[in-house]
């Protein structure tokens, strides 16, 4: 359902529900252990979360919805099933790592809200992606709203959510929806190359810098704060001290 392994200071997140990652409780349930797993790894920078299936991720498991909303129990089960996601995807976000989405097909709905979630997004040319939760009635609700506009503004967030609009991996890295966008047969290099690239970064650095950018989407006051506390902390760290060492003495400077 969700496996993970790690190496060389990269984590990889396989998603792995037959036949498109569908989401439900139990898978909910192996997300938030493998949430728990690395929050506090200081020996992993980047988590890349990837599809063992044709599609990334299909959002909530639409079998479970159906049977959901036929009862008003049913239909609280499935709101609790809604703030799990939304905590979980949260939770995602705030992890100290660099999180980078490979989506190699559909990510649609919640899938695109996971997608959404992590801080770099790299896709197949030719991937699906969207919130057309419109069509059937419903709003994108485990975070799609918040984050496409704060993503890509509401002129966009209202084109793509108000018309369910979906697109291909390259018109969503033309949006801005996504940072890379490359042929299919060229992804999954391209993904672990970037994945590598990223996971040589110092951790401390990484994750000091992650903090900074998220408080700048609420209050810069405090993100300014936030940058005068980290880069006290990373002054005072071994790992920066020896990296600028390093650099210092490879421009030989005196």
Not at 42 to 68: N, W
Not at 94 to 107: C, K, S
Not at 195 to 204: D, F
Request: glycine share 8%.
């Amino acid at each position: 359902m969700l496996n993970v392994s790690i190496s060389d200071g990269l984590a990889t997140v396989l998603l792995d529900r037959p036949p498109a990652n569908a989401v439900n409780v139990e898978w909910l349930d192996a997300f938030d252990r493998m949430l728990a797993g690395l929050v506090d790894r200081r020996d992993v920078t980047v988590v890349h979360v990837r599809s063992a299936q044709k599609v990334f991720c299909a959002g909530a498991d639409l079998r479970l919805m159906s049977e959901s909303l036929t009862s008003a129990e049913g239909v609280e089960s499935m709101m609790r099933v809604v703030e799990r996601m939304q905590h979980a995807f949260d939770a995602l976000s705030r992890l100290p790592q660099v999180v980078l989405a490979e989506i190699g097909g559909a990510a649609l709905g919640g899938g695109f809200e996971l997608a959404l979630a992590c801080d770099l997004r790299v896709a197949a040319q030719s991937a699906v992606l969207g919130l057309p939760e419109a069509r059937l009635g419903l709003l994108p609700g485990a975070g799609g709203t918040q984050r496409l506009t704060q993503l890509a503004g509401p002129g966009v967030a209202a084109r793509l959510i108000l018309g369910a609009e979906t697109l291909s991996g390259g018109e969503a890295a033309h949006l801005g929806l996504v940072h890379w966008a490359y042929a299919s047969d060229e992804l999954q290099a391209r993904a672990l190359e970037l994945a590598r690239r990223l996971a040589s970064m110092p951790s401390l650095a990484i994750a000091a810098c992650k903090r900074c950018i998220a408080a700048a989407l609420t209050d810069r006051a405090v993100g300014l704060e936030y940058e005068r506390t980290g880069t006290r902390a990373l002054y005072e760290s071994a790992q920066t001290q020896a990296l600028v060492r390093q650099f210092i003495d490879s421009r030989n400077v005196r």
